[in-house]
């Protein structure tokens, strides 16, 4: 079982920046590819960005390249969504997620409970 806590969320201004933590527990983090997925009011949830067990390969949704980062730190079981430059259209709970194994492909096995973050324009 791997429980995941995001934190980090709330209201910025056009152009501002955010940076997501998604805590994880357990002793087998390095284990997990991770993910972070966001759902707007009225919309489905989608992808955001990824990061493999390692750190050493990322995926990035396209609306987001150039103005968010990911990334790991495997010895503190955390992961991190650094976002820059925030229009308004990135309003969203935004989510961590977890997924067994080397790739961060496919269904994701557990999920936080997310955190809000507003754009104001």
């Known amino acids: 079982q791997v429980q995941l806590v995001e934190s980090g969320g709330g209201l910025v201004q056009t152009g501002g920046s955010l940076r997501l933590s998604c805590a994880a527990s357990?002793?087998?983090?390095?284990?997990?590819?991770m993910g972070w997925f966001r759902q707007a009011p009225g919309k489905e949830r989608e992808f955001v960005a990824a990061i493999n067990w390692s750190g050493s390969i990322t995926s990035y949704a396209d609306f987001v390249k150039g103005r968010f980062t990911i990334s790991r730190d495997n010895a503190k079981n955390t992961v991190s969504l650094q976002m820059n430059s925030l229009k308004p259209e990135d309003t969203a709970v935004y989510y961590c997620?977890?997924?067994?194994?080397?790739?961060?492909?496919?269904?994701?096995?557990?999920w936080g409970q997310g955190t809000q973050v507003t754009v104001s324009s």
């Open positions: 357990g002793r087998t983090f390095s284990s997990y590819g």
């Open positions: 997620a977890a997924k067994y194994g080397a790739s961060f492909n496919g269904g994701y096995d557990y």
